[in-house]
């Protein structure tokens, strides 16, 4: 009876050791497009909150020209917003879904005051915050502007003072 010995050949140990190099270079690959792909969608995240935060800088900007905050005079105040008419629409609840913001504020600099604006202690007061939707609001952007009021002594004037918008895109969680 005869018996076959089976003897390996060099050629088939070089295509055994090119088949291993090819499965660990795909391996290797995998692994780069792998971290390649969890570093793109972390970048995402901030890609969309600086998109949504230069958003809130264009609204702001065109925001106390708006029929609804400018303060309408005899000189020319384009970045002038009406105090009283920003009172009057914190209690209106059809502007609440208006602007598509998480946080928006407008806020007197100087001279400084406290607290929040309510018809019980307005003009002394600090700021009136339109919408606050969450406490997590993100960056929030500014713009310096003039808010002006109606002040009804001494036979009544107009009174301008420094103030801020504030507003916030939001974040993504």
Do not use: H
């Amino acid at each position: 009876m005869k018996t076959l010995v089976v003897s390996s050949s060099k050629g088939q140990l070089k295509i055994q050791q090119m088949a291993f190099v090819l499965v660990a270079l795909m391996i290797f690959m995998s692994f780069v497009a792998l971290i390649f792909v969890s570093l793109r969608v972390a970048n995402l995240k901030g890609d969309v909150n600086s998109l949504k935060e230069e958003e809130a800088r264009e609204v702001i900007r065109k925001i106390s020209s708006l029929p609804e905050f400018s303060f309408q005079s005899k000189g020319d105040c384009s970045q002038c917003i009406d105090l009283d008419k920003v009172l009057l629409l914190k209690e209106r609840n059809s502007y609440k879904g208006f602007w598509d913001f998480d946080y928006l504020a407008i806020e007197k600099i100087y001279p400084s005051s406290e607290g929040e604006c309510l018809k019980e202690n307005y003009p002394n007061c600090a700021s009136i915050t339109l919408i606050n939707k969450s406490s997590d609001v993100g960056a929030i952007t500014r713009s310096f502007v003039s808010i002006c009021r109606w002040e009804s002594s001494r036979e009544g004037y107009f009174k301008c003072e420094m103030g801020q918008v504030l507003a916030s895109g939001g974040s993504i969680k």
